[in-house]
């Protein structure tokens, strides 16, 4: 793998690259970011989730003057969500260099936007509909862009916005960079290729394998309200080294922290609002070992690199096969066994499907555990100590102590005492979670936003995006039967 101190990037850059927690460069970026860097256009066709913000984005915020206060960096996208996202990101890519991503699209009040671009960003990432409703208003002035990006080009070919993209490229200065990423080539993106960019380089990178390695994957069947004392009961049967909880939203990552502080759980949660620093310490404390359960967002936990993730905890299942395959991604790592356990409800299963067919995997069905079950795994946790200690440790100091125990009462009940004394206590707090809608298949491929409410005729719709890159014992775990498992089709 190629590291990004390799590919000639500024050190402001590979700075915030090393606070997200980035090293090593995706294909796409090893090859776009020395031929970007060189002035090249570029033609990249990659899938989502290969990375390909930062392979547009590293080239593009190095060569843009931080002091001068016009847009020198545009991007193009299909979707709201994706204009969002792309600029958090590059925002996070130009922490240290002074440069600002600003996102505009349709269905945000016009007037809003007209005084964010009075504070001067130096780039901006766009639906086509609202950036030509800008261009046109003189809102927007792209006479000083020196990079111009069209991302997922394709699917602003299906949404209708072919012309309206040849429209921007040809009001931005002719001596631009442009760099065109695209999952396909259909022949109408070609002609962009042939009409509006400079002998542009090809890049191609093969769509990543939606498989996983080295991780037992499960899903459970359960009611929205009943998600979180079925985490509680399969963490306290289980009891994981280090487990990471991913939600879908900002307020369920609080409630689901809170709700197992409350059960006794050394439990953390990051997303989006928290401040760099105070993600940073809470990431601190789960690779130390201080926090156990790491409760997470998608795009809080995008890129992180920890190692000893025995189990991986979908509490909401995401809406895409890329999220679900890089969430389960943080475990199973290093040749060890991890495990992923889905929480799905009635009206999730196809969508759960659409999932295994992707991923070319299937997940075994888990029966919900029980609170007797959970009391059961808790007193194993603790037997699996004492066993452990007998056979590790010179007990000789304690015997004497044992023997006048014993003179008094039964070896059972002196047994049963010590179990009761090491058994974490179940706390049953009440805690109440937030419900989110399910998410259905139709949603999952399609029903996106469109840009301003323009046209889309006979287009397909954009599909939704989501949220915005060691095990144990195996025989151990087999031991505890209690939480049984069965095929789905039994």
Known sequence: MTKFNELGVSAPIMKAL??????????????TIPMAMEGNDVIGQAQTGTGKTAAFGIPMINKIDSKLKKIQGLVVAPTRELAI???EELNRLAKFTGVRALSIYGGSPMDRQIRALKDGPQIVVATPGRLLDHMRRKTIRIDAVQTAVLDEADEMLNMGFIDDIKDILKGIPSERQTLLFSATMPKEIRNIATTLMKTPKEVKVKAKEMTVENIDQFFVEIPEKYKFDTLNNHMDINSPDLAIVFSRTKKRVDEITEGLQARGYRAEGIHGDLTQGKRMSVLNKFK???VDVLVATDVAARGLDISGVTHVYNFDIPQDPESYVHRIGRTGRAGRTGEAISFITPREIAHLHLIEKTTKSKM??????????AQRGQQQ????????????????????AAKELLEDNDSITVIAAALSMLTKERRDTPVRISSVAPISVKKAHGSG????????????????????QGGRNQGGRSRKGNFQRRNRDQ
């Not at 090393?18 to 090859?31: D, L, N, S, V, Y």
């Not at 075994?364 to 079950?373: C, E, G, H």
């Open 381 to 400: 946790v603790t037997i699996d100590k004492i066993v452990k200690t007998i056979s590790g440790k010179d007990l000789q100091p304690y015997q004497e």
């Open 364 to 373: 075994k069905r888990l029966v919900p555990p029980s609170n007797q079950d």
């Open 288 to 290: 130390s070992g201080r």
């Open 85 to 87: 996202q792309v600029a």
């Open 449 to 468: 936003s469109k840009d301003n409410n323009r046209r889309s005729n006979n287009k397909r719709v954009y599909g939704q995006r989501s949220g915005g």
């Open 18 to 31: 090393e606070k997200m927690g980035f090293e090593e460069a995706t294909p796409i970026q090893a090859e």
